[in-house]
């Protein structure tokens, strides 16, 4: 089996800066794409920016300039860099990955439990 856990949530104030973690775990041959989603009161979870296997990187518009993903595939990690962060950064966000298990199988989508990020005064 495969575990995404995340860290690093937390309350800041707007203005503040906070860092994501994201470490995969469990039964792993390679990890493909990694994304960070995010889920606000009431609306439907989001694509905030994610990294390709190869490094190809995209960020949500209203991240840009602000959010930096990164991964260090030695530690089977992502990270999310949050700054500037605004009151509607506010959100439960969420790790995804592609993980292939074994030589040859497809790689199958995995998430987190989430971790929640308040951005308030």
């Known amino acids: 089996q495969v575990q995404l856990v995340e860290s690093g949530g937390g309350l800041v104030q707007p203005g503040g800066s906070l860092r994501l973690s994201c470490v995969a775990s469990?039964?792993?041959?390679?990890?493909?794409?990694m994304a960070w989603y995010r889920q606000a009161p009431e609306k439907q979870r989001e694509l905030v920016a994610s990294?390709?296997?190869?490094?190809?990187?995209e960020y949500a518009d209203s991240v840009k300039g602000r959010f930096t993903i990164s991964r260090d595939n030695a530690e089977n990690t992502v990270y999310l860099d949050m700054n500037s962060l605004k009151t509607e950064d506010t959100a439960v966000y969420y790790c995804?990955?592609?993980?292939?298990?074994?030589?040859?199988?497809?790689?199958?989508?995995?998430w987190g439990k989430g971790t929640l990020v308040t951005v308030s005064s």
């Open positions: 995804n990955a592609g993980i292939s298990s074994r030589p040859w199988i497809n790689p199958v989508d995995y």
């Open positions: 469990g039964s792993i041959f390679v990890i493909n794409g």
């Open positions: 990294v390709s296997g190869g490094g190809w990187i």
